[in-house]
C-alpha cells in the first residue's frame, strides 16, 4: 500500500508539473521544420513559419481565444468551399508590391518562370531569440529581402510579441528595415502588412471578379456562394463595409461569426511613428486585410506619389498590433486600443 501511495503522489506531482509547464504563452522553436509554434496555456495560437514552398515567412494560423481558426486555410492547408485565388496570400505576413522595381508581394510557386526575375523574396536567415511567460511571449528573427536577380537588398529583423489579457490575443508585430542597398518603395497599392482571413469572415457583398496587380497581371477570383459570409469591415473613420478599402484611420475591425455562430472580431492597429500614418486599408471583401501607408496616389489619385526611400544604411520601423476578440467591439473600446498601442511604442 505505501508503494501505491508513493506512485500516486509521485503521478500527481508530474501532472502538477505538466500543467504548470502548459500554461502561460509559450514560444517553441524547431528549426529542423522550419516553424516556431506559439500557444497560451498548452493550446494553439499561431505558428511562425518558412515553408520552402512560400516566397516569405507567415504566421498561420491564427486562432482566437475560444479555438476558431480566422484565416484562411489555402495554400497551405486548403478547407472545402473557401476561396483558391491568390496563392500568395497565405495566413499573415510582411512585405511589398514594389520596391526598387521588384515584386515581393505577389511572388509565389503561381509566377510564371519567365517572370520570375522580377520578383523578390523574403528569406529566413536567424531565429535571434525566443521567450516565453505568464502573460506574453516574445519572437525575434532575421531575414533577407533578396530581388529575383539574387541581390540582397534589405535586412529585415522583426520582432513578435504575442500576449493575452481576459477576453482577446494580440500580436505586436515590429518590422525594422536596414537598407542594403538604396531601397526605393514605390507607390503600389500591394502591401505592406496583410492577412487572408476565413470563408465566413468575407463579405456577404462580395461576387468575385478579376483584380490585377501593380504590373497588370490578372488574379480571378471566384464567385462562390457567401450564404455564410458574415464579414464586416470598420474603420476609426466610421466607414463601412465594402467602402474601407482606399480609405485611411487609425485602425480597422472586421466582425462576423462562423457557420456554428461563433462571433469573431479582427482588429488591426496602425502606429502613430509609422511611415505614412495613418495607414490606408488595403482590405477587400474576398478576404484580404491589409494595412498599406506606402501607397498613396495608388489609393486617391488627387495625392502625389508617396515613393518611400530607404538610402543605404538607413533604417526604418513599423509597429502593428493584430487583436483577436471573440466577440463584437465598439468604436470607443477601439480607440482605448490603439491609444494603448500608441503609449507602448513611443
Not at 529566413?124 to 511571449?137: C, D, F, H, L, P
Not at 528595415?177 to 476565413?198: H, I, P, S, W, Y
Not at 490585377?212 to 463601412?240: C, I, M, W
Request: aromatic fraction near 10%; proline fraction near 5%.
Amino acid at each position: 500500500m505505501p508503494k501505491l501511495t508513493t506512485l500516486a503522489a509521485s503521478a500527481a506531482i508530474l501532472m502538477s508539473t505538466a500543467t504548470m509547464y502548459a500554461q502561460g504563452v509559450k514560444v517553441t522553436a524547431d528549426e529542423a521544420h522550419r516553424r516556431v509554434e506559439v500557444t497560451i496555456d498548452g493550446k494553439p495560437f499561431t505558428t511562425y513559419m518558412w515553408p520552402t514552398s512560400l516566397t516569405k515567412p507567415v504566421l498561420y494560423p491564427l486562432i482566437d481565444d475560444a479555438g476558431i481558426t480566422v484565416t484562411r486555410g489555402y495554400p497551405l492547408h486548403p478547407l472545402k468551399g473557401e476561396r483558391v485565388d491568390h496563392p500568395h496570400h497565405a495566413g499573415m505576413w510582411f512585405n511589398y508590391g514594389n520596391v526598387n522595381g521588384f515584386d515581393f508581394w505577389n511572388n509565389s510557386d503561381a509566377i510564371k518562370p519567365e517572370d520570375r526575375h522580377k520578383m523578390g523574396s523574403v528569406y529566413e536567415r536567424k531565429i535571434v531569440s525566443t521567450k516565453s511567460g505568464a502573460n506574453q511571449g516574445e519572437l525575434t528573427v532575421d531575414s533577407i529581402w533578396t530581388t529575383g536577380e539574387g541581390k540582397d537588398i534589405l535586412k529585415d529583423t522583426t520582432r513578435y510579441v504575442f500576449s493575452r489579457n481576459k477576453d482577446s490575443r494580440a500580436i505586436d508585430v515590429i518590422v525594422t528595415l536596414t537598407a542594403l542597398d538604396k531601397a526605393v518603395f514605390n507607390d503600389d497599392k500591394e502591401g505592406l502588412f496583410g492577412m487572408r482571413v476565413a470563408h465566413w469572415l468575407e463579405s456577404p457583398e462580395e461576387k468575385g471578379g478579376t483584380f490585377l496587380d501593380a504590373s497588370g497581371r490578372p488574379t480571378q477570383v471566384a464567385n462562390v456562394d457567401t450564404s455564410e459570409s458574415t464579414g464586416v469591415y470598420l474603420t476609426s473613420e466610421g466607414v463601412k463595409g465594402p467602402a474601407v478599402w482606399s480609405t485611411r484611420g487609425r485602425w480597422c475591425t472586421l466582425t462576423g461569426h462562423d457557420p456554428e455562430g461563433h462571433t469573431a472580431t479582427i482588429a488591426m492597429i496602425d502606429n502613430p511613428k509609422n511611415p505614412g500614418y495613418p495607414t490606408y486599408w488595403h482590405a477587400r471583401g474576398y478576404g484580404l486585410f491589409a494595412a498599406n501607408p506606402l501607397g498613396r496616389h495608388i489609393f486617391d489619385a488627387k495625392q502625389p506619389a508617396f515613393n518611400f526611400t530607404l538610402e543605404k544604411g538607413q533604417s526604418t520601423t513599423f509597429r502593428y498590433r493584430v487583436v483577436l476578440f471573440s466577440h463584437t467591439v465598439t468604436p470607443s473600446q477601439m480607440n482605448h486600443e490603439a491609444d494603448l498601442f500608441s503609449a507602448t511604442y513611443k
